[in-house]
């Protein structure tokens, strides 16, 4: 058979069986936008040529990282609200009013490339305005699950105070379920099916029980997931005891929310017995470690829920607190972070760490007949990491096998040489193939630095990194 790619000579994980099913001299064979053979080299070549060959001696041929919950649209301001307290509010408001939707789009593009070139293929992305953003996937050729964010809360919250709550107008959540249900009309399995739609109500503290009883019926009827900020924190959790007398999960259990449907991201405030009441009842977590290690200090329940079920996924979730979007740093956040929570070392071994950024990803978001493994009939989305690169150094596997602790603790995503999605090589000896990256950059800094401008007549002392500015501490 006459393949378009054929991968020869790598250390192919494949995610498939009982382990992490590698092949020491492996190759990966691709016919269109799937896999069509996986095994050894010197068998596949028995029976197979290609249009192309990719010599992967030296290197770790392996699914592509799936970034479970990310809001690319608030990429453009990275870097301008960290080690503060109060994160939304005091440090993300100010910049967020002077955010322009064009601004948005520009800064979402080059967040998606960041994520890109350090080895996601699929991007589970949640923000406003997705009609737009959605493009970006589309132009890039990423695999994306796309939710435009939808709540009943008003543009001006500048006369609430912390602790207030919030006003919710249910006129709003119509317009932005509508936009919502036009994203599903316009790109549900769109781009050969690499692109399609989740909803994305913000959060229970955000939406009416009305409007998330609709949103509901609406995934059933599209066979759908929905997409949703789950006990993010004490703001989240004093909003629904002062509105609804309840706490979050009780609140999404009594109305039929936990179940298979639901990618529940955070839990951040749930306790034991509230975590692994959602795991029983078949919803998925997303886990963003790297977000809420950095703006909360906490460490999510992620071990209880897998004590549960294994239906767990890593986000990176958003540039301005996390400061980057690389499933790498996640990965490792993820495990170093639950080692010290529990003082224990054997937990979040790095095997299981690697299946939370594919396989096990991919059953979370709904997508595992498809992508998360590396196996005949799936869709080809590949990525090749370079173990020649001093960071990776030595690549051995003997008396123990060392591939796998070093992708998860020493990689930093830049050793990614080659990105595979849907059978096309988007990113080639480092380079991505579809865009200009200095311009689509170039563009997206001049709107980075009008919206500072614009923000700076709102910036007070009560802002903390204001403060370490005047202190030359920035």
């Not at 298979?260 to 977590?285: C, N």
């Amino acid at each position: 058979m006459v393949l378009d790619i054929l991968i020869l000579n790598g250390v192919v994980i494949t995610m498939e069986g009982k382990g992490l099913g590698i092949i020491e001299k492996g190759a990966v064979g691709i016919k269109d936008n799937k896999i069509e053979v996986v095994g050894e080299s010197r068998e596949v070549e028995k029976n197979h040529t290609a249009h192309r060959y990719i010599d992967a001696t030296g290197k770790v041929v392996m699914p592509g990282l799936i970034d479970a919950h990310i809001h690319t649209g608030i990429g453009i301001l990275k870097g301008l609200s960290q080690d503060v307290d109060n994160w939304m509010q005091k440090g993300l408001w100010p910049f967020t009013k002077a955010l322009t939707q064009e601004a948005k789009v520009k800064g979402s593009m080059v967040n998606i490339m960041e994520g890109l070139k350090a080895g996601t293929t699929t991007f589970c992305d949640y923000d406003e305005p997705m009609l737009d953003i959605v493009k970006n996937h589309a132009t890039l050729g990423t695999r994306a699950r796309v939710a435009e964010t939808v709540n009943e809360m008003p543009a001006d919250l500048s006369g609430l105070k912390i602790g207030d709550v919030y006003p919710l107008d249910p006129s709003i959540g119509q317009q932005k379920l509508q936009k919502a249900m036009k994203l599903v009309d316009n790109w549900h399995h769109q781009q050969n099916g690499r692109i399609t739609c989740l909803f994305g109500p913000q959060g229970p503290d955000m939406a009416s029980k009305e409007l998330l009883l609709e949103i509901k019926d609406l995934a059933i009827k599209h066979q759908t997931k929905i997409h949703m900020h789950v006990a993010q924190g004490d703001r989240e959790i004093n909003q629904m005891i002062k509105r609804f007398g309840k706490r979050s999960i009780q609140y999404l259990d009594e109305i039929g929310y936990l179940d298979e449907y639901l990618m529940a991201v955070h839990l951040t405030e749930a306790t034991k017995e509230e975590t692994r009441l959602l795991a029983k009842k078949g919803a998925s977590m997303i886990l963003c470690s790297g977000s809420i290690g950095i703006i909360d200090g906490i460490v999510p329940p992620a071990f209880e829920f897998l004590e549960v079920s294994d239906k767990l996924a890593l986000g990176s979730d958003q540039a301005p607190g996390n400061n980057c979007n690389n499933m790498f740093n996640e990965m490792k956040f993820t495990a170093i972070l639950n080692k010290c929570k529990r003082q224990d070392p054997t937990i979040f071994p790095a095997w299981k760490v690697l299946k939370l950024a594919t396989i096990d990803a991919a059953k979370a978001i709904g997508l595992d007949h498809e992508v998360g493994s590396l196996t005949s009939g799936k869709k080809a989305d590949i990525i090749i990491i370079d173990f020649n690169e001093p960071a990776l150094f030595p690549l051995v596997n003997y008396p123990v096998r060392n591939v796998v602790p070093n992708i998860v603790y020493s990689a930093k995503g830049s050793e990614v040489e080659t990105v595979i999605i849907d059978g096309r090589i988007i990113v080639d000896n480092k380079t991505i193939t579809t865009v200009d990256e200095r311009q689509v950059v170039k563009e997206a800094h001049k709107h980075a630095v009008e919206i500072c401008n614009k923000a700076a007549e709102g910036i007070t002392e009560d802002n903390n990194m204001f403060k370490m500015m005047q202190e030359g501490l920035l």
